[in-house]
Every structure is written in structure tokens, then in C-alpha cells.
């Protein structure tokens, strides 16, 4: 596409539509945060286990605020009220080298997903994409895509930073965004 267009579509959704952008970089993340991540080597093992659904967010805002698990890997699948209370996560490593993540509420498996994952021999992070999105939005047709970065860090607690974007019509107005957020959870013995 040409850049031109590209400008021109962006200008035009700027002014008549909505546009969302929120990006938090790594330097913007508490301090207890960072230095849990500086401790992720290239050779640090894959995250794998069961881990807490009830974590911690951060989004960029001055304060951090709680995080489901379950949304992370099953987006838009579990509602936040009157649905399914999920209790932990599973995360294990296929032999295929795939990521399998099971929701799990009471001892039983609600759900389960295989996805596609590699670690970043440089970094140490597991880099996970193509994670489906679950439509949710009544009042108009988007295309959501999603994405992650996960990494067992030094304090015990999978850290993950999310990236998610989305395109379409709500209430016949175009609409537009994307946004990167982290999150933490407890690894559950």
C-alpha cells in the first residue's frame, strides 16, 4: 500500500472515527518489575506450570491494577461477570513445540488452546502469536489480533507483555487501535 493512502486513511479516521493508542515501554514499568526481568537470561527455561488467574496489571497508568490470566491466552472467552470463574492457568510445552494453555476452575479443564510459540534465543522470552480473539463488541464488527512475551522471571512470577490491536466499525464510525500492557502472576506450586 502506498504511504500516501496509508496517511490519508489515518487522517480520515483521526477526524471522523476513533483512534486508540496506548503503549507502555519497559522503562515505564514499576522498579520492583524491572528488576525481576533483569534477571531473565537467554537460557532461561520456557514458563511452564500452573500459574494464578489473578494477577497484576500495569497499562501505563500510575497505579497497577488487577489482570486475568485467562484473558491473555482465551480473549473475549470468559466474561468478567456472571461467567465461568477460572482459577489458574496451565501453561506446558507440547513435543510438537507448541504452547497448550488450559483455563482450569474447581480441578477441571474449562478450555484449552494450542498455540504457536518460539523462545527468543537473544532474550529469553517465549514469543506467542496468532492468540484468537474472542469477538465481544455488540455495537459494531472488529478485527482483533493478539500477542504476547512471556518470560519466568527471577522472583518466581510469569511476567507477560501484551500487545493487541483492533480495526472496524463501531456504531457505523470507524474505529481503530492498538495498545501494549503487562501483567505478572503467580506461579502456583
Known amino acids: 500500500m502506498k504511504p500516501a493512502l496509508v496517511a490519508a486513511c489515518l487522517a480520515t479516521l483521526a477526524t471522523t472515527g476513533c483512534l486508540v493508542v496506548s503503549h507502555v ?10 528488576e525481576a526481568l533483569e534477571g531473565i537470561q537467554a537460557d532461561a527455561g520456557f514458563p511452564a506450570g500452573r500459574y494464578a488467574n489473578q494477577g497484576t496489571g500495569f497499562a501505563g497508568e500510575d497505579t497497577q491494577s488487577p489482570a486475568r490470566l485467562v484473558d491473555v ?80 522471571a527471577r522472583d518466581g512470577q ?16 470507524p474505529a481503530a487501535g492498538s495498545r501494549t500492557a503487562w501483567g505478572r502472576w503467580e506461579k502456583l506450586p
Open 25 to 34: 515501554d519497559d522503562e515505564r514499568l514499576p522498579a520492583q518489575w524491572r
Open 158 to 173: 510469569l511476567y507477560v507483555k501484551l500487545h493487541a490491536s483492533a480495526a472496524g466499525i463501531v456504531l457505523f464510525l
Open 73 to 152: 491466552f482465551f480473549p473475549g472467552a470468559f466474561r468478567r461477570r456472571g461467567g465461568t470463574a477460572v482459577d489458574e492457568v496451565a501453561l506446558e510445552w507440547t513435543s510438537g513445540g507448541k504452547l497448550r494453555a488450559r483455563a482450569i476452575s474447581g480441578g477441571a479443564t474449562r478450555a484449552e488452546v494450542l498455540l504457536t510459540a518460539a523462545k527468543d534465543g537473544k532474550t529469553g522470552w517465549v514469543e506467542v502469536k496468532g492468540i484468537e480473539v474472542k469477538p465481544t463488541n455488540k455495537f459494531g464488527r472488529l478485527v482483533e489480533a493478539q500477542s504476547a512475551r512471556l518470560a519466568p
